[in-house]
């Protein structure tokens, strides 16, 4: 909003002004607006130790309320900002708040979900990011009509609203009986399982979830032990599916897309158009994923995902090679048409592959000893590398121009690869089950399964005295 550029950015909004720099690329490429975007990414980084500490201490729940009011302070500061500052510091309990509730969400829904529509349920959290999107996006152009310069006020302080139904919701939810279980709270864990599933017959299930507590307590250094060989198949996985998700470009289709219905000749609604357009295909992708995830499976949605994305990036960037000089504004009626068909097919094939499934499988692939540690990397690795492409991705923009479509689908090829030959499939297989049937039949994983790391240094393994005191 020019007015908010404006008070806290009129190096920015000098540019955007200027009719001499008309350049569509490089608007916007501006260190202090690249860091007021990031510092949210750093802070909710460092939040995420914290976190995972008081999710394993503390509970899921607590750790839910915490980020609630870390959102609401967030709130507060920025709606309130007279300077910068201001600004920023509200911005680094917003992210505060991300940090505390990536780790808590994911792993609360995973652990209160049936082992039959855990997928759809986790996904669900992806879901409900994308139809937050949508709502913003709808209430940034509402607020933008707004004269007499206080839009912006308006639009930063109705975040107050989700952050008030968290901490809420946060209160009114049960703990999950994993994590009561895991501090000891066994009557507890047992009555809250009962309620969640709806049924006495919970003795198998309970019991399981005790052995599997049991067997987290001889876990002395969670963070340690993620770092152990068996340990490194679920490590690389996650590291690789968070560096992935952003590699895919979707920030840089995101943020261009009303540039790029601008440019088509959608006029001063563009973003309107762009933010309703996307956000709907966003919301209605991630429900086929909510459908098919359990079905399918994970590879397939991922695979086919793969093809549509790389193909539909590789159109945009020879459209705007060929059509769109870097201030031109004028694209020929049909290319423009195109070049929205290919935003939204790629769009709708992130929605139901890379976006949630960047999420789930992480979630459900560490066993409970390594999980809240497990959870911390996934989500510490997603905010640094989102990190890195708020930092960099203006100046990529400006420097790149066009050729940024083609470096990221070089990267959906990439990433296609790896889910072909290193991804085991997880659908419809309990957490506790995952290292027996999954990594121990990979054949690339199965090499890191040994039961016997503690082999001592003087023996071999192989020798039959050396095997028989491993065990």
């Known amino acids: 909003m020019p007015d908010f550029l404006e008070k806290f950015f009129p190096e920015v909004y000098g540019k955007t002004q200027d ?12 260190q202090n607006l690249q860091l007021f975007t990031s510092s949210l990414y ?16 503390l509970g899921r729940k607590p750790t839910m309320l915490i980020a609630g009011f870390f959102f609401i302070l967030g709130v507060v500061l920025n709606a309130a900002a007279q300077d910068l500052a201001m600004l920023i510091i509200g911005r680094i309990f917003l992210g505060c708040g991300v940090g505390f509730a990536n780790q808590a969400v994911p792993l609360f829904l995973s652990e209160i979900a049936p082992t039959r529509i855990r997928g759809g349920l986790n996904i669900l959290f992806q879901l409900n990011v994308t139809v937050g999107i949508l709502f913003a996006n709808l209430v940034n152009y509402g607020t933008a009509k707004i004269k007499g310069g206080w839009g912006w006020r308006l639009s930063l302080g109705l975040a107050g609203i989700p952050a008030f139904l968290l901490t809420g919701g946060a209160l009114l939810v049960l703990e999950t009986p994993n994590s009561l279980i895991e501090r000891g709270r066994l009557d507890e864990g047992k009555s809250v399982l009962r309620k969640i599933r709806g049924t006495d017959n919970i003795e198998p299930e309970f019991l399981e979830l005790v052995e599997a507590s049991r067997m987290a307590k001889e876990v002395k250094h969670p963070f ?3 770092l152990k060989r068996r340990n490194w198949p ?15 470009g979707i920030n840089a289709i995101m943020f261009y897309a009303p540039v790029l219905f601008d440019t088509v000749g959608f006029g001063s609604d563009a973003a309107l158009y762009s933010a309703v357009i996307i956000g709907a295909v966003n919301v209605l992708s991630t429900c086929v994923s909510i459908y098919s995830v359990d079905k399918v499976g994970r590879r397939m949605l991922l695979l086919e995902a793969g093809v549509q994305m790389f193909f539909s990036q590789v159109v945009i960037a020879i459209i705007l090679g060929v059509k769109v000089t870097d201030d031109s504004n004028d694209l020929h009626r049909g290319y423009g048409i195109l070049v929205v068909v290919m935003v939204c097919t790629f769009v709708s094939a992130f929605a139901w592959s890379w976006g949630p499934l960047g999420w789930l499988i992480p979630s459900e692939t560490f066993p409970l000893e390594t999980r809240s540690a497990g959870q911390s990397v996934t989500v510490c690795v997603n905010l640094i590398f989102t ?6 991705f203006l100046s990529m923009l400006c420097t790149l121009k066009f050729g940024i479509f083609l470096f990221f689908s070089g990267w959906v090829f990439i990433m296609s690869i790896f889910v072909v030959f290193l991804l085991p499939e997880t659908k419809n297989i309990p957490i506790e089950e995952m290292t027996d049937t999954v990594w121990k039949k990979h054949w690339f994983w199965k090499r890191f399964m040994d039961d016997n790391e503690e082999v001592p240094a003087t023996g071999t393994k192989g020798d039959p005295l050396t095997e028989k005191w491993a065990h």
């Open 234 to 248: 679920q490590l690389s996985i996650t590291i690789a599916l968070q560096i992935f998700q952003q590699f895919t």
């Open 387 to 392: 990190f890195v492409m708020a930092q960099a």
């Open 224 to 226: 340690r032990n993620l």
């Open 19 to 30: 009719p001499n720099l008309n350049s569509n690329y490089c608007k916007y490429d501006n």
């Open 42 to 57: 750093l802070a909710g980084l460092i939040a995420t130790f914290f976190a995972s500490w008081t999710t394993r201490r």
